[in-house]
């Protein structure tokens, strides 16, 4: 089937006053209709901004480079105005701190009575409150909670509330950033669980940004992994989990399992500075298994064995590798 969105050598950059932070560059990728991609990497790599422009919410200073296609239509070249019209019919955002974005002097209903009303001005109120509480049931809220305030509920029930508000008008496409990071409170069971609902009862397509190695296991079909500005390993989450090619996703999911054993154990080194990025692979200067070649050409993006697609010379073609490029990285 026709991708829902496709990502086509997305780059953003933000001017600074230290000079051009690359915060993405060149990504491509696809999500196909019913899909949940997951989108994994360190702080700061870059998951908000790519996010951010696949809402068409990048902010007004940001530069762009590539495409992302959505119904025919490149929302990273559209007019903000024309962004905001897709943005809760067509494309939905759920966002990190949900109590931040309810409005704790307005009851529910006012919430889902706005949002509505804002692309759909012509529904009755009627009609309105029929579409709010079937997104409310099908995130397992009881319709009787329809008249209250946001601090009535548990955090649990708000980040609920927030994917029933971004999903009543039924997007076909859906980022949710970090949706979890805030519910401290929530166990990742609970989360799972509310993802889960999401996907089976709204079969909308999702990307899901998150830290959380775990998560993307349980709740996504396929995982993107993110290494300052770009995605380095891609494919379905049991072909890259099991077996994973680059070197940065295996620290990554080695850090992760040791986080809940023995404590913490973060991956050796800092991410690089995105005013500056390390040349070539910007993986090298942290990679236990780095070559020569690695600080000199960019790795070649190939298939991964397995399906998907992985940037790392270890797996790319020999033949490219100039002579003594394989000696290890001094
Ligand atoms: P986290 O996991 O902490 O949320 P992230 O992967 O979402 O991090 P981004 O928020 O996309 O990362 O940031 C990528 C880079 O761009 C960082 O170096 C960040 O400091 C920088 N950045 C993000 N937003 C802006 C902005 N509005 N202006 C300037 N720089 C920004
Ligand atoms: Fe490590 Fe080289 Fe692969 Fe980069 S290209 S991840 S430095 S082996
Ligand atoms: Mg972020």
New binding site residues.
């Given amino acids: 089937p026709e991708p829902v969105i496709s990502a086509r050598d997305v780059r953003v950059w933000y001017g600074t006053t230290r000079g051009a932070i690359q915060a993405v560059d060149g990504v491509s990728f696809e999500i196909a209709p019913g899909e949940t991609l997951g989108l994994v990497g360190e702080s700061g790599c870059g998951k908000s901004t790519l996010g951010r422009g696949l809402m068409g919410l990048l902010p007004a200073g940001a530069k762009r480079d590539g495409e992302v296609i959505f119904k025919g239509r490149d929302i990273l070249s559209m007019r903000r105005k024309d962004a905001y019209e897709l943005r809760g019919h067509d494309l939905g955002m759920i966002f990190q701190e949900p109590l931040t974005r309810l409005n704790p002097l307005m009851r529910i209903s006012q919430h889902f009575e706005e949002t509505i009303r804002q692309h759909e001005p012509d529904l009755s109120k009627d009609e309105v409150r029929d579409m709010a509480l079937e997104a409310m049931r099908l995130m397992g809220i009881p319709p009787t909670r329809y008249k209250s305030y946001p601090h009535e509920f548990s955090g649990g029930m708000r980040q609920r509330l927030m994917i029933a508000l971004a999903l009543v008008l039924r997007p076909a496409f859906v980022v949710a950033d970090e949706p979890t990071t805030a519910l401290d409170v929530l166990v990742e069971a609970q989360i799972v669980q509310i993802l889960n609902d999401l996907r089976r009862n709204f079969r909308a397509s999702l990307l899901l940004i998150t830290h959380n190695v775990g998560i993307v296991a349980e709740a996504c079909d396929r995982v993107a992994v993110m290494y300052a500005g770009r995605i ?1 390993e891609q494919g379905r989450v049991a072909d890259v989990f099991r077996n994973p090619q ?3 996703t295996r620290e990554l999911l080695r850090s992760t399992i040791s986080l809940s054993t023995t404590g913490l154990n973060f991956i050796p080194g800092a991410p690089p500075d995105l005013v500056d990025p390390p040349d070539a ?1 910007r ?2 200067p942290r ?1 236990p ?3 020569e ?2 600080a000199s050409r960019n ?1 070649v993006d190939i298939e991964r064995p397995g399906g998907g697609r992985v ?4 797996v ?1 073609p020999k033949d490219q590798i100039p002579a003594g490029g394989e000696q290890p ?1 001094k």
């Fill in positions: 380095v680059h070197p940065y692979c993986f090298h990679c298994q780095a070559m070649v690695c790795p940037e790392c010379w270890l790319g990285l």
